[in-house]
């Protein structure tokens, strides 16, 4: 076996062994007690995070998920390719792997964000992938979400994943704005532009 060989066998026992450490975990968010609230400066505003397996989730806070994505998104997808289609994403909400980081308003015992992650294998790399990313709109501009991708980050770092991915309308010009203002660039996986996809793959390096 070759120099390289070894190497990059090595490498992937190593990414397998952080997958495994990162998925054994029931609350991969308890190491990191400064994301577990949302207390934005100059505002009355009073958020507690919980992070939660799919087997774990009310089902009614799966419904709020849903719905509160087909508000969200939902124009987004309909005006492109793929369209909206309710019950492929509310299978894709309700993959027994899912992970959820929700956000509740203290006061209103209301939720108000949401994203859904998995620790996996992509290509190769180890990495945190976020595949939903939503925030009601009375809690939208107030730093909500770019504080719960900070959690993201946190965790993939503690956990040595390689990477944080993520997945884009192209059609959604505030969430690509969004994204990289939070220092995410096109993935080398994302489509070629001759696929004419109607998402990019985008990502952020951990280390």
Known sequence: MSVAETVTR?????QQRCLQVANQQTNPLAE???????????????LKLQCKRKADMD???????FKLAERNVGPQYRACSL???????Q???????ARYLVATDVTTKKPAAYTMFRFDLDYGRSVL??????????????????FMM????????HFSMERVVLT???????????????GYDVDEMSPDKEENAAYEIMSKAMF
């Open 83 to 89: 369209g909206w289609q309710p019950k492929i994403k």
């Open 32 to 46: 990191f007690p400064e994301f577990l609230s949302f207390n934005p400066d100059g505002t009355d505003l009073q």
């Open 150 to 157: 900070k959690a993201l980050e946190q965790m993939a770092r």
């Open 129 to 146: 992938y976020c595949y939903e990313l939503q925030v009601e709109a009375e809690f939208q501009r107030k730093g909500l979400g770019a």
């Open 59 to 65: 089902p009614k806070l799966l419904k709020w998920a």
């Open 10 to 14: 090595n490498q992937a026992t190593s």
């Open 168 to 182: 884009v309308l192209k059609n959604n010009e505030d969430g690509m704005r969004f994204y990289r203002r939070l």
């Open 91 to 97: 299978a894709d909400l309700n993959k027994p792997w």
